[in-house]
Every structure is written in C-alpha cells, then in structure tokens.
C-alpha cells in the first residue's frame, strides 16, 4: 500500500523574499526558502537555513494567501534554501503553487537525485550548483559521498529536458585553477550549456585569482561561460 502524500502544509518556510528579477531567469518572482541543508559548505550564504530543526518561519497558509494576493502580478515561484528537497512537502507545495498559475523554479544542490527526477515534471526552470569537480566535493560539503550524487543529479537534469544552469562558486582555497579547468572540460563532456562561474565571497576570502589569460582559457574550454563577481 502507498503511503500518503505529505501535503505541502508540512514544508517548513524558513523566509520568503516577496520579488526578485534575478533568482527565476526572465520571470518577477517570489522566492520561498526552505528549512534545513544536509550540506555544511563553508561558503553557505544562508547559514541560518541550515538547521532542519527549526520550525517554519512562514506558515504554509500564510504562502498561499501572499501568492494569491499576487496572481496576474508575478509569473512565478522559487524554492530556494536550504535545500528545498530535504522536504518530503515539497511536491505537493510544487502542485499547489502550479495550480494557482504561476511557474515554478528550484534552486538545489543535487544531494537527493531520486527526489529531483521524481521533482522534474513540476518544475520550468532548475539551478543546480555544482561544488566542483568530484574529488573536492566531500571537503567543501563536508559530507561523504556527495560529490557522486551531485553529478546523478545532473545527468538526470540534463535529460529532462527541464530549463536550467549550472552554477558553482570558486576560490582557490576551494580547488586549484587547473582543478577548475578540469571542471568546465567536465562540464562540457556531459553536455552542459549553461554554468555560471561565481566568485566566492566568504569572510577572510581573498579577491578572485583569476587572471585575464586564465579567463579565456575556460572560455576556449566551455563556450558561452557566465563569469560573476562581487
């Protein structure tokens, strides 16, 4: 016998950012950020989300009255975190949020791929931040194993046909430049389009290493290449 869906009222809404224009790429969206990270990556720009303890910030019914307060307003929703998948709510939140006409997006970092294939169907768009290559994973995650499920999660999102970019944030304290090279060869082979390179910008971090010569050279390597930094 199955069991029962967890119904989305179970998801734990650790914040909500009511509209952003960069998070849902050609979409006003709100962003919703779940509660809790099986991951500890130094870098975590939501610290705070970490803890899958903490209770919800934001009431499920609270969610549901503001996204309907902004129907014909904003064309869609983000689940950020986090890591949304963590939640056993998250598809029927997914289902909820689609009902009420808006287009969904999720922001993950691939470390429950069963959960994002099954996820797919119900999602427009998808970024998946990948670590590094796969031998950094498990020090920069601080969890062993991860690296192999971040990269099942990838080729699971690249064969959905589902839109989407890859992301990964980099130092040179993270993994060498010749690591990150090795990266983008990586990238490229598995059939990535799109992977933005992001400057890591943790406390004590020093200034992007990269020079002008070097960012060519991943260029040459992964054309179309999105660089962000500070």
Same mark, same amino acid.
Not at 36 to 57: I, K, S, V
Not at 120 to 129: A, F, H, M, N, T
């Given at each position: !016998?199955?069991?029962?869906?967890?119904?989305a009222s179970r998801l734990r809404v650790g914040g909500m950012t009511?509209?952003?224009?960069?998070?849902?790429?050609?979409?006003?969206?709100?962003?919703?950020? /779940?509660? /809790?990270?099986?991951?500890?990556? $130094?870098?975590?720009?939501?610290?705070?989300?970490?803890?899958?303890?903490?209770?919800?910030?934001?009431?499920?019914?609270?969610?549901?009255?503001? +996204?309907?307060?902004?129907?014909?307003?904003?064309? $869609?929703?983000?689940?950020?975190?986090?890591?949304?998948?963590?939640?056993?709510?998250?598809?029927?939140?997914?289902?909820?949020?689609?009902?009420? /006409?808006?287009?969904?997006?999720?922001?993950?970092? /691939? !470390?429950?791929?069963?959960?994002?294939?099954?996820?797919?169907?119900? +999602?427009?768009?998808?970024? +998946?931040?990948?670590?590094?290559?796969?031998?950094?994973?498990?020090?920069?995650?601080?969890?062993? $194993?991860?690296?192999?499920k971040a990269f099942e999660s990838l080729r699971h999102l690249l064969?959905?046909?589902?839109?989407?970019?890859?992301?990964?944030?980099?130092d040179a304290g993270l993994f060498s430049t010749d690591d990150l090279?090795?990266?983008?060869?990586?990238?490229?082979?598995?059939?990535?389009?799109?992977?933005?390179?992001?400057?890591?910008?943790?406390?004590?971090?020093?200034?992007?290493?990269?020079?002008?010569?070097?960012?060519?050279?991943? $260029?040459?390597?992964?054309?179309?290449?999105?660089?962000?930094?500070?």
């Amino acid at each position: !016998m199955n069991a029962s869906p967890i119904p989305a009222s179970r998801l734990r809404v650790g914040g909500m950012t009511p509209l952003t224009s960069i998070d849902f790429p050609g979409r006003l969206a709100a962003v919703l950020y /779940g509660q /809790g990270c099986p991951w500890r990556c $130094g870098y975590c720009h939501n610290p705070e989300l970490l803890d899958a303890t903490t209770p919800a910030a934001v009431p499920w019914p609270e969610v549901l009255a503001f +996204l309907n307060s902004r129907q014909g307003l904003l064309d $869609g929703v983000v689940f950020s975190g986090g890591e949304p998948t963590l939640q056993a709510g998250l598809p029927a939140a997914l289902a909820e949020v689609r009902a009420l /006409g808006f287009q969904t997006a999720l922001h993950t970092g /691939g !470390m429950y791929p069963e959960r994002l294939h099954a996820l797919l169907p119900l +999602l427009d768009w998808v970024g +998946l931040d990948i670590k590094g290559p796969l031998h950094a994973y498990d020090a920069i995650t601080r969890t062993p $194993g991860s690296g192999a499920k971040a990269f099942e999660s990838l080729r699971h999102l690249l064969a959905s046909g589902v839109a989407y970019e890859c992301r990964t944030t980099w130092d040179a304290g993270l993994f060498s430049t010749d690591d990150l090279f090795a990266l983008a060869d990586t990238l490229a082979d598995a059939g990535v389009a799109h992977w933005a390179l992001q400057e890591c910008r943790a406390p004590g971090v020093a200034t992007w290493a990269l020079t002008a010569g070097q960012v060519e050279r991943l $260029g040459a390597r992964f054309a179309g290449i999105v660089l962000r930094r500070g």
